[in-house]
DNA sequence: TATGAATGAGACTTCATTCAT
DNA sequence: CATGAATGAAGTCTCATTCAT
């Protein structure tokens, strides 16, 4: 796909810098460090595609290399050996995730309206995506990963299930939700989000799954049936 | 665990054969016929073990011939290669649920009591147990094996969200469900379930989940709290 | 070499015996557990040639499985990687050579004797041979593998030392021997020896050495000159 | 252990150079031919140390370099490539033995006091140190370096022999040596110092041995015990 | 039918060598 | 001159599959 696009795209400006100065804000300096992390970007990504079409032990690295655009031995100057790859690779791709609900506002509107928002969120940027592959891959090379296992638990679903049992008693106190109970298994409220995710990458092309309304049926069994919409 | 135990208990009878005489009373319900089927099966449930401990591609045939008491090559007398044992596999286990889905007993009660009976089932049959793990390995496997995700859903998937879909629409004639829309999404029944197995697979250890008292919460949630239990 | 001569050379009477009875003392039996031994041993061989032309890191199991006349994996099946490998290849290589040293015949005839009958054996059998080229082979491996040099000191070593020390007391306590002093240092006896092994391995095409004539002299400065030869 | 010296030394110095400006007053003594010299003189120090610990071949230009402090490339500024390092190597830490033994002071005393003098300088600069290893490590590696072994047999060991050959022949000539065949080999003069030499890389911590002792007796067997120590 | 030794393609990984900076 | 990131050939080892017994 992308081959070697760093190297042939700046050999022009990389010489530039060799010449005369740092050429100063114009050019986005491609310089070696620079160029380092592109191709350490380059990898993950790749290795993230053929991860997620394969599974971790079908995966080759020959075809990460091929597909990142390098050498199979460049890959070992970025990652000890494909396993601490594999490892190294969903924490890099978690953690903007992480970021994200870190960054999430303060409940300001009604309860529903904010996990509806949450849910439109994860609709766009999970369901269906490659973010969503690399759940699926996550709950296939789990066992075999613990380290993977151990992290996606401490930095995903800890945080998530203690954001949504926040919100769910804030609905309680609200009287928005009347399940009390539901405070104690915040995972009813996201489960048919995840099922979206994994019905999506295994049964899309025998029965789409509308996940909107989906989701929104699931919301108004919590919330009770919205009047107005 | 049960190793080498076909090869153990037998071969005395098998060495007769192989000389051709019949082993007339050494063990008269055991003819060829039937050891050919104890060996299949004998493969089976180890390829199973292995391939949910490992997945498809890090499973060795060495350790399920090893773990079946069978030589190697034995395995190719009953498979033709490594994708179709895995392939058959998933089928032959998933028969006798399919069997067990069908001979569900007519709705006599109510549809809350109908649901719970069969959450209980799926409880003690499924979450937690090896069946549990077929589910994550077919999630895992299934985008590599098409068919085995074809099957799984033609075979379970689809009965199993029809089954579900008719008790919905019963629940909702009886009045027992008030949320008219779940129909169209009987996923949301059993998505608490399937969360259920994957959790235990996964995040066990980091945070136990009593499966049962959740699923319990989630029926509240559809059917509205029991006053009387 | 002696490429897949087994498998060649007797196919006939291996199907023999699958027809019929044993063969029983006709034919040497060329039955699974011989083949096996056979083909360890061809790969002991090749590898032995190899090593020694090439040192252990530089021989490539490719060189190796080509000159036994078997598959790469084959080397597999007799032994777990490279390096035990090379280490059990030299037990094998000197475990004869040991028993030969255990086997010596009791001392008779002059201490002179004897030990010229000795260097002539070792003059034979070692010097300019394939198994002088072992004792280089030791000398330089020995660093990296400890465990062979320490095999290698305990069976052939200390043993021939303690073996030449016997024979100095008795040249000693005969009046064959003048230098008493030569007891403690065993190694000054068989030094030459030595020599004359490594030698032949390095130095032989810029001067040829007469091993043989130069033990004799060193023999005449150690029990004095020979009046009849 | 001696890591990175040149480079942490001179970094101001070197940049300096690059732009073009002459590195004035900073080291006046240290120029740009020096500096080559010294970095060489590094990597061939570093490079002795590996080769000496794992072989040639096992041997990694990384290691050298990082042992040398200089980058690997540097390597290829003063070596053609690994092969030419490794011949060129061995000259270089020859020259200046052979110097020595150029330099040996006309015979003057006894031949006994001649030979116990360098045997005595044998010992303290070559058995057990540094110098004690390069010989077994062309022991090692001259079958597959057949110009190092040349060299070493047309710099050392023939200039060697030829000058042991006239101490023996001047010892015979004056009376000290009794045995008149010993001149036709030299090499049974100085088998027990190599044989010292060998034992100490491979069996001292087995059985350390007293190489002074044991060359004095020989040199007894050869000259007659002395009367007075 | 059952066996398991043998095979060899193919995977991961290393490392001598190059070259833009 | 010096650097060290990048390369890719080549090596070790694994394992699905075959086949003579």
Request: aromatic share 6%; proline share 6%.
């Amino acid at each position: 796909m992308t081959k070697k696009p760093t190297k042939a795209a700046t050999p022009t400006a990389a010489r530039a810098d060799a010449k005369g100065r740092a050429p100063a804000d114009a050019a986005p300096a491609s310089n070696r460090a620079t160029r380092a992390a592109e191709r350490r970007s380059a990898i993950v990504e790749a290795a993230m595609e053929e991860f997620i079409a394969r599974g971790f032990a079908a995966t080759r690295l020959d075809d990460i290399a091929k597909r990142a655009g390098v050498a199979k031995g460049t890959i070992y100057l970025h990652f000890k050996d494909k396993e601490s790859m594999f490892e190294e690779l969903v924490r890099t791709v978690i953690v903007p995730v992480v970021a994200k609900l870190n960054a999430l506002p303060p409940p300001t509107g009604s309860v529903r309206d904010l996990v509806e928002a949450f849910a439109g969120n994860f609709l766009k940027e999970v369901i269906g995506t490659r973010r969503g592959d690399l759940v699926r891959l996550i709950v296939a090379e789990g066992p075999r990963f613990p380290s993977v296992a151990d992290f996606y638990y401490r930095e995903v679903v800890s945080r998530g299930i203690a954001g949504m049992r926040a919100l769910i008693e804030l609905g309680i106190a609200r009287g928005e939700i009347r399940e009390k109970n539901l405070a104690r298994y915040p995972q009813i409220l996201v489960a048919p989000a995840m099922i979206a995710v994994i019905w999506q990458s295994l049964f899309a092309r025998h029965a789409p799954l509308d996940a909107q309304d989906m989701l929104r049926v699931h919301l108004d069994l919590i919330f009770g049936e919205r009047r107005t919409t």
